[in-house]
């Protein structure tokens, strides 16, 4: 009879097992969906929109300055549809109104104010459109 009760090693079977799992880290590493130690997948480009991630890297922290701009399939989509984007960084919103026909599939930053005056606006026609709160 075997006493294994100060045993701390692994088993045959785990070591076995871990053994089957190194070709596919190994393939892993080789494509680049495992990074190394420390290391996330973080953006290198985002919406300047939404801020949906667009292109990511193996990377130790976000390097925000760098971040580069793009436009993710759907902020593109409602661009083209002749919206205008709204952002003051923060909070972003698509609107269409005769008034801003010039600036059809433009993004306008605006100041946080103005950005809380819309949204006031917009839940004000909501209210009307809706008849309640
Ligand atoms: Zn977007």
Same mark, same amino acid.
């Not at 070591?15 to 799992?21: A, C, G, H, M, Y």
């Not at 985002?46 to 801020?51: E, M, R, V, Y």
């Not at 103005?114 to 909501?126: Q, R, V, Y």
């Given at each position: 009879?075997?006493?294994?009760?100060?045993d701390?090693r692994p088993s045959f079977e785990t070591l076995k097992s871990l053994f089957e799992q190194l070709p596919g880290i190994a393939?892993?590493?080789?494509?680049?969906?495992?990074?190394?130690?420390?290391?996330?997948?973080?953006?290198?480009?985002?919406?300047? &929109?939404?801020?949906?991630? !667009?292109?990511? /890297?193996?990377? +130790?922290?976000?390097?925000?300055?760098?971040?580069?701009?793009? *436009?993710?399939?759907?902020?593109?989509?409602?661009?083209?549809?002749?919206?205008?984007?709204?952002?003051?960084?923060?909070?972003?919103?698509? &609107?269409?109104?005769?008034? !801003?026909?010039? /600036?059809?599939? +433009?993004?306008?930053?605006?100041?946080?104010?103005?950005?809380? *005056?819309?949204?006031?606006?917009?839940?004000?026609?909501?209210?009307?459109?809706?008849?309640?709160?």
């Amino acid at each position: 009879m075997q006493d294994n009760s100060g045993d701390r090693r692994p088993s045959f079977e785990t070591l076995k097992s871990l053994f089957e799992q190194l070709p596919g880290i190994a393939a892993g590493i080789a494509t680049g969906k495992i990074g190394g130690k420390g290391l996330k997948q973080l953006p290198t480009k985002a919406c300047k &929109i939404c801020g949906t991630g !667009l292109e990511y /890297k193996w990377q +130790q922290k976000l390097e925000i300055g760098s971040l580069g701009e793009g *436009l993710c399939e759907s902020c593109a989509k409602q661009l083209n549809d002749g919206m205008v984007a709204v952002t003051d960084g923060q909070v972003y919103a698509f &609107i269409r109104h005769p008034d !801003l026909n010039a /600036k059809s599939g +433009q993004v306008m930053c605006v100041t946080t104010k103005t950005m809380m *005056l819309l949204k006031a606006k917009m839940h004000e026609k909501k209210v009307e459109k809706n008849g309640h709160n």
